[in-house]
């Protein structure tokens, strides 16, 4: 009895004194554990998950029964009978661990799930007896303070379960990307076998230890009565069917739009919301117009590389024996697919043989297949080499070209007019990378959100996004905005302007800036403003921005967001401020959607782990949009509390302008849509960069393509010829199944029928007549307006465009008729209503 009272007391004040240390398990029911950030596209799906611990905390009414039993069924049988620890199973572990120490094996545990989440959530996982006492003592508490469906679902979420995959939710999407009511008896099953140690089961490493361990896992499953036996044996004679789930982007060409949506969410949360608070962030992304956009971008890089010739095989390797594993063992960069590496084994005049690179399983081995294709003269005819100066001739075989052992690129090639998917199989064309870089950036022009974004040739090979982080000279690609602050302020697309030479004094010292049009010593004379940005004359737009004066230009171009503090210097009007290709974008959207002001946005929401809003693009009021039902209110309206940075009829102005671009100037390849579009070319130079940027009604696009180190392209690579392509494609594919539909012309415009060089009035018979836009009381004199109708035969008013409340137009202030001797001609540059 001594023995007794004396051992018991020493219990005792152990158990006290080790309670004294523990910490506070109330603190379970405010857990909030980190959970991954996922990104989905404007669809709903998903674009990239970002996290340190990959988990998707689910309550466990969500988590199926099958699921339930199988963890019980292999961790802890007795879970919902015991008070937290299972002395029944403590017992059978003392047992079989005196057995073990004699046999020399391992030592077995007999923790209960109770136990397993005291350890996980507020333990360390030090192996003492000290720790144990504690998780004995915390999980009979724990017991006492949650009920065991809190117990589990706390479990199941914590769990780490191999792959990086924390949690039953993640762990299913990592092994089948199933959600977890998809799960079979045989998944579920194998979940269960990784809490015991995930790098043992690894099914990519160990399947057949992984395989063993799950059968045995599907007999406690049957033997606890969660299962028949026929359902047991049928689970068993499955595979684990496990695959390799991408860790990266999730939508085809989607990486550098993942990447300025991460950078954006790390600005606005911090980093612990983007890799732990569980964020779900609906981005704009179209995943239809993102590989169009991807495809067209490519297409253009390479058109503009091959014109420049042919630099050589990425390098050479012996064919001897095994060609496919030399392949597999380089490095290829993971996004550019559908091109392919491959090897040449044989080369002739016509054709040569190629080897592909073999794919890899998904267990990390190279697939056995070996796969071969062709290559034809037709498809290597571009490539001319490379000379010191200048290139070679057009190659009259293909073994001129390629030889036995280069490792090249390649692409599946692309049928013809009369040809079919089937008539090209197994033929390629050759590829390589391109130097240029480039970027293009689709965008809606009413709300701001970019629908598709391309930053470069390829993310793995530059993370650089030259959509958004080049800075760059946007050439005559910024003369929309020079002239849509002229309408603005008093001129008229009739307005004339003299195209000649001019001489700008730099100051003392300083040699006269004398600007040039991109046609040296071409000069068209007095001629419209229109005129002027169709075919993109320097010297107008000079002369037009110093009567304007650049201070009025610099404040136009920071309402646009083009420019945050543009130099009020003449060289600037003609492009040669940097900015970003978004920026320019988001500035001709402005043009495009009637003159309101818009934020270029790659999201559109973020919401909490909760589900609750926490940040969203479109900040007006809508009271009442929440309304659950319909009682007879009034509709909800929308306040509108964005700037009016245009006036409506300056914009429509400047948009049939640019659909002039198309029609008659610089952008005609782009006329080839077959829709109303507007656009403009930009070219800088020496052609170190080249712009497109351009509209249709509900959708704006910008491409941008120049080399990264700044250098000239080459002579004649302008921006109609290297970047209009790029446009063209992508609108092609983007608008492929919708109608075409007019530009919406505001209340108030008048349509008047001008000469297109001298903006007077023009008669029936004038060959070179359009219709042209004016404000109220701006019309040539003794013009005749339209009765209401624009171009495509809409009537004003009456089309959408009404969203635009029109301004009181103010009437042009006469200035005082005087001459001023300029350049010994004459000629001074505008006023409204005459020339000077």
């Not at 007795?78 to 020399?104: C, E, K, M, P």
């Not at 089309?799 to 300029?822: I, M, V, W």
Request: hydrophobic share 35%.
């Amino acid at each position: 009895m001594i023995l007794f009272v004396a051992g018991a007391g020493v219990a005792a004040f152990l158990l006290w004194n080790v309670s004294k240390e523990l910490p506070d398990y109330e603190v379970l029911a405010k857990y909030e554990p980190p959970v991954m950030t996922r990104l989905h596209a404007n669809d709903g799906r998903l674009i990239a998950e970002y996290s340190r611990q990959r988990r998707i905390y689910v309550p466990i009414a969500a988590v199926p029964d099958k699921v339930i039993q199988a963890f019980i069924s292999a961790e802890d049988k007795n879970f919902y009978q015991h008070g937290g620890l299972d002395i029944q199973g403590i017992i059978r572990a003392v047992v079989t661990n005196l057995n073990n120490i004699q046999s020399g094996r391992r030592m077995v545990g007999a923790s209960t799930i109770t136990q397993q989440v005291a350890k996980n959530f507020l333990l360390t996982n030090d192996v003492t007896i000290q720790r144990k006492l504690k998780e004995a003592i915390l999980a009979i508490r724990i017991e006492r303070a949650f009920t065991k469906d809190q117990i589990l679902e706390l479990y199941l979420n914590e769990i780490y379960l191999g792959v990086g995959s924390y949690g039953v939710a993640a762990a299913a999407l990592s092994y089948w990307d199933k959600s977890l009511n998809e799960l079979t008896l045989a998944d579920a099953a194998y979940l269960a076998t990784l809490p015991k140690a995930p790098s043992n089961y690894d099914p990519f490493r160990h399947p057949d230890r992984a395989i063993a361990r799950r059968n045995w896992v599907i007999d406690r499953i049957v033997e606890n009565g969660y299962a028949t036996p026929e359902e047991g044996e049928q689970a068993k004679a499955q595979p684990l069917g496990v695959t390799r789930r991408p860790t990266g982007p999730r939508i085809f060409a989607s990486e550098y739009f993942a990447e300025e949506v991460r950078r954006e969410v790390l600005d606005k949360f911090g980093e612990d919301k983007l890799y732990g608070g569980g964020l779900s962030v609906r981005t704009t992304l179209d995943p239809r117009l993102q590989r169009i956009a991807r495809k067209a971008l490519v297409d253009g890089l390479v058109a503009y590389d091959q014109r420049h010739g042919w630099r050589g095989p990425k390098e050479q390797i012996s064919i001897e024996g095994d060609w496919g594993q030399k392949l597999a063992e380089m490095d290829v960069w993971s996004d550019i697919e559908p091109w392919r590496v491959a090897v040449v084994l044989e080369s002739g005049a016509k054709t040569a043989t190629i080897g592909l690179r073999p794919g890899f399983d998904d267990y990390g081995k190279v697939k056995p297949d070996r796969e071969k294709g062709e290559i034809a003269y037709s498809e290597v005819k571009w490539a001319r080499p490379v000379l010191e100066r200048g290139m070679g001739g057009t190659p009259k075989t293909v073994d001129a070209v390629l030889k036995p052992g280069d490792v090249i690129y390649v692409a599946p090639k692309e049928p013809g007019e009369k040809q079919s998917e089937e008539d090209v199989a197994g033929q390629w064309s050759l590829m390589q990378v391109p130097k240029v870089g480039g970027a293009i950036v689709a965008m809606d022009p009413f709300t701001g959100r970019v629908l598709a974004l391309v930053g470069g040739f390829s993310f793995a090979q530059s993370e650089f996004d030259r959509a958004v982080q080049a800075r760059r000279q946007p050439g005559s690609s910024f003369k929309p905005l020079i002239y849509s602050t002229a309408l603005d302020n008093g001129y008229t697309p009739a307005s004339i302007i003299y195209d000649g030479p001019i001489s700008i004094d730099q100051g003392r010292g300083m040699p006269p800036w004398r600007p040039k049009n991109y046609e040296a010593g071409s000069h068209a004379g007095p001629s419209t403003l229109r005129y002027g940005i169709e075919h993109s004359r320097n010297l107008m737009t000079v002369r037009l921005a110093r009567d304007l004066g650049m201070p009025i230009i610099s404040e136009y171009a920071r309402r646009f967001g083009a420019y945050d503090n543009l130099m009020p210097v003449l060289s600037m009007s003609l492009g040669a401020g940097e900015t970003t290709l978004m920026r320019m974008v988001g500035a001709y959207s402005m043009i495009a959607n009637g003159g309101v002001q818009i934020t270029p946005t790659l999201i559109d929401r973020v919401q909490d782990r909760y589900g609750r809003t926490v940040w969203r693009h479109d900040d007006r009021d809508c009271t009442g949009c929440d309304a659950k039902g319909w009682r007879g209110q009034a509709e909800p309206e929308l306040v509108e509390n964005r700037k009016q940075i245009l006036d409506p009829i300056t914009a429509y102005q400047m948009t049939s302008i640019l659909e002039g671009v198309v029609q008659r100037g610089t952008g005609r390849r782009i006329a080839a849509l077959g829709r109303p579009v507007g656009g403009k070319t930009g070219t800088t130079n020496d052609e170190k960069d080249a712009w497109f940027i351009g509209f249709t009604p509900n959708l704006v696009a910008g491409v941008y393509i120049g080399f990264d180190n700044p250098k000239p392209m080459g002579r004649g690579e302008t921006g109609g010829r290297v970047a209009g392509p790029v446009f063209l494609d992508f609108m092609k594919g983007a608008l492929e199944d919708e109608p075409p539909v007019p530009f919406r012309a505001p209340p108030g415009v008048k349509l008047v029928r001008v000469n297109l060089k001298t903006g007077q009035p023009a008669s029936g018979g004038d060959g070179a007549a359009i219709m042209e836009a004016f404000k109220p009381g701006q019309e040539p004199v003794g013009a005749v307006a339209s009765s209401g109708y624009n171009d495509y035969g809409g009537q004003q008013g009456q089309d959408g465009y009404g969203q635009y409340q029109p301004q009181p137009q103010p009437q042009p202030q006469p200035r005082p008729r005087q001459r001023r001797q300029e350049d010994n001609r004459g000629w001074r540059s505008i006023i409204p209503g005459g020339l000077y």
